[in-house]
């Protein structure tokens, strides 16, 4: 790891005018540094800042920038009223990393693509120009929709699934950005993943508290049963109405450059009963445009039947 | 061992705001207190420290601002028996506990640590008598080659304390986060149950 300076921030404002790199949990960060894939000339400690808590109010649920993953996950008003971040959390790493993670970290966190965690490799988005291996390469783990010829990283967050299937919004310390225009798609820049600027910084999440919000779950399929990033994940809220869909938001890990929202699988969905026939309908919608590459074609399948696994148990 | 060390300085800031810097790299001024530039030791100026408390001992540590935990443990405090393994949060081994929650030392700065109460493996016995933890491995033959099981006691400890090992699936879930290459982990649930009390 290179040095640097380290600072610790004692308010927004100081950290802001800092100018270096936050370091909340440090459990992405610091992998990063020790890779070689960041080497900031300063590291800025955010967590004195008084950026943590949770609470809910005229419903609306407010969770602290610095409140910990596993803080999150164990609050009972997370736990009933909004399920599936709860669910997501705890199929999120280890005991060990959610006592230490932060969730603007968590949400802010590299993909794992192991070209861009391996320096030895081509990268356009550590290296813009450089290249992308994962094209032509071991691209098992990487995007069937949203990608483009110079990225086909996923976004790793569970957490940013389920955010993005309950409409939240990221608040940083100048504006509100909801989450479904916080993060880009690569095209020809997939070195920029959201729309922060250099040095904002994010102070909060705020998540609607909503019936359908209190019906949601989260599904994370991968290679072990535990402590592993998915191979496919599907946040699903749904409200039923006499037997009939009425409202429905479904999101998607592993299978995009961001948490994917899928607008047409919800829309094959609403207004009718839960049916085999409906959800495999939503399933074809959500694929339409599926690209797969040499060894991630199975994805396509998988999150079919992810969809159809986790709808079921709404019947 | 290189001989570059930090040094510690004390200066005032103007201004109704304050940090703490732990410098480096070049100097800044404004900023309070600051370590700086890494020098020779013995050069003109002190060696700059940490304070970090472990075991209920306070340690002053002079560390660069890129030594993580497990790297002061071990390195500077000699307190070995914690250990590195993969230093990139994958397997445990490191685990330690912070405030009394189980975390993993290779993944956060030593100077980020200061002011909380951590606690390593060294720390569990009340002199010869082992905790019940260290004492239900043993006696479940919890380990082979021994590597991880500092790390699989620290976080058995806290799991036991968060009240996550209530039956064998839910330990196995609440101690992914720790590997075992010897693939003791039979061993392991029936020791942390023991331990929990059935
Ligand atoms: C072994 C392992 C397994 C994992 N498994 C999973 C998993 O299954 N699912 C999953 O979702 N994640 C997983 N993770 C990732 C983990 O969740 C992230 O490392 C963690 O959430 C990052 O949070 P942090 O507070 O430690 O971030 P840091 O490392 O401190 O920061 C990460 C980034 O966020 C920036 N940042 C942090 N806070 C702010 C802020 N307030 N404003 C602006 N920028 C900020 C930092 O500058 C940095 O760029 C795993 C990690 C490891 C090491
Ligand atoms: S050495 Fe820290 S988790 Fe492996
Ligand atoms: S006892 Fe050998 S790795 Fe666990």
Redesign the pocket.
């Known amino acids: 790891m290179k040095l640097f300076d380290y600072v610790r921030a004692t308010s927004t404002g100081d950290a802001v005018s800092a100018g270096g790199?936050?370091?909340?949990?440090?459990?992405?960060?610091?992998?990063l540094m020790k890779d070689g894939v960041e080497a900031p000339d300063r590291v800025v400690d955010?967590n004195a800042l008084p950026?943590g808590g949770i609470s809910l109010d005229a419903g609306v649920l407010r969770i602290g920038?610095l409140a910990r993953?596993a803080e999150v996950a164990a609050h009972p008003a997370v736990r009933h009223r909004l399920p599936v971040i709860s669910q997501a959390l705890l199929d999120?790493?280890?005991p060990q990393?959610r006592n230490?993670?932060?969730i603007?970290?968590?949400l802010?966190?590299r993909t794992r693509c192991w070209y861009f965690r391996d320096t030895a490799f081509a990268c356009h988005k550590r290296r813009p120009g450089s290249g992308c291996p994962a094209q032509d390469g071991q691209n098992r783990w990487h995007a069937i929709l949203g990608g483009s010829d110079r990225c086909i990283a996923v976004h790793?967050?569970?957490?940013a699934v389920a955010l993005t299937a309950l409409e939240a919004t990221v608040v940083t310390h100048r504006r509100r950005i909801p989450i479904s225009e916080f993060y880009l798609l690569p095209e020809g820049t997939p070195e920029r993943e959201n729309v922060?600027e250099s040095g904002?910084?994010?102070t909060g999440i705020e998540v609607p508290v909503t019936t359908l919000a209190s019906r949601s779950r989260y599904l994370k399929l991968r290679d072990r049963a535990t402590?592993?990033?998915a191979v496919v994940s599907v946040a699903a809220a749904v409200r039923l109405r006499g037997g009939e869909v009425d409202d429905v938001r479904l999101a998607f890990g592993g299978v995009a450059p961001r948490p994917w929202r899928s607008p047409e699988a919800e829309a094959a969905l609403k207004g009718g009963p839960l049916t085999d026939e409906r959800i495999r309908a939503a399933g074809q919608a959500l694929v339409r445009d599926a690209r797969p590459r040499e060894h991630n074609a199975f994805k396509v399948e998988l999150v079919q039947r992810a969809l159809a696994q986790i709808l079921g148990g709404f019947r | 061992m290189p001989l570059l060390w930090v040094k510690l300085h004390g200066m005032t800031q103007d201004g109704p705001t304050r940090r703490d810097v732990l410098k480096a790299g070049a100097t800044a001024a404004a900023i309070t207190p600051v370590l700086t530039q890494p020098v020779l030791a013995g050069a003109a100026a002190p060696s700059g420290a940490i304070t970090l408390l472990v075991n209920g001992e306070r340690h002053q540590v002079e560390v660069e601002a890129r030594v993580t935990l497990l790297d002061a443990l071990r390195e500077r405090l000699a307190l070995t028996g914690t250990k590195k393994g993969c230093d990139?949060?994958?397997c445990g081994a490191c685990t330690v506990l912070a405030d009394g929650k189980r975390i993993k030392s290779c993944?956060t700065l030593a100077v980020m640590q200061e002011g909380r109460e951590i606690t390593t493996i060294e720390g569990l016995a009340e002199g010869d008598e082992l905790h019940p933890m260290q004492a239900a491995f043993l006696k479940h033959d919890a380990f082979q080659c021994g590597i991880c099981t500092p790390g699989q006691i620290m976080s058995a400890v806290a799991c036991v304390a968060e009240g996550h090992a209530g039956s064998d699936q839910e330990v196995r879930d609440w101690m992914s986060g720790n590997l075992c290459r010897c693939s003791c982990y039979p061993n392991i649930v029936d020791a942390i149950r023991e331990a929990a009390g059935r």
Do not use: H, P, V
């Not at chain 1, 790199?21 to 992998?31: C, K, R």
């Open positions: 790199d936050y370091i909340a949990g440090g459990t992405d960060l610091l992998n955010i950026l920038a993953m999120s790493a280890s990393i230490m993670a932060s603007s970290g968590n802010l966190q790793a967050s569970d957490l922060l904002e910084l994010i402590f592993e990033f | 990139r949060g994958e993944l």
